[in-house]
């Protein structure tokens, strides 16, 4: 319990049935009328009200308060009476001391309902997952900061346009509209003051409306568009200048003569296969004997044999793995 101790006086505290029950009464001072602001101490009549507060020494802990009901002594107060209110102890229409309400609402916050019944249900606040939802529900949302907004349209269907509104920061969508003149634009900007930065593509109606409903806020171009402009600028230039560029390029450099000497020595198990195999099949080869005879003595196939036995060379043998070829990625392969 974390009133001021001031305003409150306990009488009592006792423990029945695993609960601690505080028995107090609020003192005889000026209270203000919440309307008018106007201190009153004039009693109208007193009741009694039951606040659950946090676990104390892991039992639950509720507090019975006298509360007194105050005249409202102004003449200009529509309230003729009012019920004081203990700061950090009561709140209006609240059967929770503020700082168990807080409780409750963390734990809905961070675990939901069921998850949140188990935590509270360990502390000593037993509370059913639909309690948990609810007064999650009764809560209100954070105040949302002025995001950085970033704007562009897209398309339905064929000539049917809509524009969305994004969170530059989040990335998460904010507004969605169908169109995408520049009169939306502005007057959700003016009706969202405080935007300082708006990330757009190169549309005009875009740039009017951001001038027109946000005039002080900076206009930037996102990256999509940036490379997208500048990829357009750099096909256009190159368009343009086609015929220059056969005589701006080098010539290539003759390739060198084919060579009559015999290619390299064989210096791999595969490669000195081959030309231990190509020597056979030439070797029978100046004889009578057919392709599928030479197979079927050498144990291979007659393709094989057809091969070795049509090459020049045994290095037209071994099989070659084909040149890599150029993308327009090999520069960022880095």
Not at 202 to 230: M, N
Not at 238 to 262: F, I, K, N, Q, T
Request: aromatic share 6%.
């Amino acid at each position: 319990m974390s009133p001021h101790l001031d305003a409150v006086r306990v009488e009592r505290v006792w423990s029945s049935g695993g609960v601690v029950r505080i028995a107090a009464r609020t003192r005889e001072l000026m209270v203000a009328c919440p309307d008018c602001r106007c201190e009153s101490a004039r009693v109208h009549s007193r009741y009694s009200r039951t606040l659950a507060d946090v676990a104390a020494g892991g039992r639950p802990v509720l507090i019975s308060l006298a509360v007194r009901r105050l005249f409202c002594d102004s003449a200009d107060c529509g309230r003729r009476t009012f019920a004081e209110q203990v700061e950090g102890l009561t709140v209006r229409y609240q059967r929770r001391s503020p700082l168990l309400q807080h409780l409750v609402e963390m734990a809905g916050v961070l675990l939901a309902g069921r998850g949140g019944a188990r935590l509270l249900h360990i502390l000593k606040t037993p509370l059913s997952r639909t309690s948990v939802l609810f007064q999650l529900m009764r809560m209100g949302l954070p105040a949302v900061a002025t995001p950085r907004v970033g704007v562009d349209d897209f398309a339905l269907y064929t000539d049917v346009y809509g524009t969305l509104l994004v969170n530059a920061d989040t990335r998460l969508p904010i507004e969605l509209w169908a169109g995408r003149d520049a009169e939306q634009l502005a007057s959700w900007l003016r009706a969202h003051p405080g935007v300082e930065v708006v990330c757009r593509d190169g549309s005009l109606l875009y740039r009017q409306g951001i001038a027109q409903g946000a005039p002080d806020a900076v206009q930037v171009s996102d990256r999509f568009h940036l490379w997208q402009g500048l990829s357009k600028r750099v096909s256009d230039i190159a368009a343009a200048h086609r015929g220059c560029l056969a005589a701006a390029a080098l010539e290539p450099e003759p390739a060198p003569p084919p060579s009559d000497e015999p290619c390299e020595a064989a210096d791999t198990p595969a490669l000195r296969h081959a030309k231990r195999l190509f020597e056979t099949v030439q070797g029978y080869t100046g004889t009578a004997r057919s392709l599928s005879a030479i197979a079927r003595e050498l144990g291979l196939n007659r393709r094989t044999v057809a091969k070795y036995a049509r090459a020049a060379c045994w290095q037209e043998c071994v099989r070659r793995t084909p040149p890599r070829r150029s993308t327009s990625l090999d520069p960022y392969l880095e």
